[in-house]
């Protein structure tokens, strides 16, 4: 079961803060979003954990 983070995303927002999604297809938040990477997690995390500088 996945929990929605529509409060989170609304909560960042009202904070001033950007807020970024990857997802597959339409999300609640999706008029909240700065930028919506549309992949799934296991393709696009590791990635920016490398742009990050993480290993």
């Known amino acids: ?3 929605s ?3 989170l995303c ?3 927002v009202e904070q001033g803060k950007p807020v ?3 997802n597959h297809g ?3 938040a999706e008029e909240l979003l700065e930028m919506k990477i549309e992949a ?3 393709q ?3 990635w920016i954990a ?3 500088g993480a290993r």
């Open 26 to 28: 339409k999300t609640r």
């Open 5 to 7: 983070a529509f409060r």
């Open 44 to 46: 696009v995390l590791p």
């Open 40 to 42: 799934s997690c296991e």
């Open 1 to 3: 079961m996945a929990w």
């Open 10 to 12: 609304k909560a960042m």
């Open 50 to 52: 490398e742009q990050l």
């Open 20 to 22: 970024i999604a990857i």
